[in-house]
């Protein structure tokens, strides 16, 4: 079983930067994705990046390309989310996800094994 611990959210305004960590208790399988996901009220669970440890695939959603960038470090077993320009619309309860080995969709939510509590982020304009 891993567990994972989100944390940086926070409330800051529209032009804003926040980086989110994710904290893993244990590695999963070398090929692993970690992916970022984000919630808001009324809305289903949206893909917001992905990233494959082994060769260091990267994948984001339009909304954040050239934003957002998603990163890892093994060593800490602990992902990334540095989240730059931010806009009101990027508010959202934020969560992390890891793979138990190698998916197919890492955009897709049920591909994931493990969820973090989600950490809020509040972008105001």
């Known amino acids: 079983q891993v567990q994972l611990v989100e944390s940086g959210g926070g409330l800051v305004q529209a032009g804003d930067s926040l980086r989110l960590s994710c904290a893993a208790s244990?590695?999963?399988?070398?090929?692993?994705?970690m992916g970022w996901f984000r919630q808001a009220p009324g809305q289903e669970r949206e893909f917001v990046a992905a990233i494959r440890r082994v060769g260091v695939y990267t994948f984001y959603a339009d909304s954040v390309k050239g934003r957002f960038t998603i990163s890892t470090d093994y060593v800490r077993n602990t992902a990334y989310l540095q989240m730059n320009s931010l806009k009101p619309e990027d508010t959202a309860v934020y969560y992390c996800?890891?793979?138990?080995?190698?998916?197919?969709?890492?955009?897709?939510?049920?591909?994931?094994?493990?969820w973090g509590q989600g950490t809020q982020v509040t972008v105001s304009s």
């Open positions: 996800a890891v793979s138990n080995g190698r998916i197919t969709y890492p955009n897709l939510w049920s591909s994931y094994d493990y």
């Open positions: 244990a590695r999963t399988a070398t090929s692993y994705y």
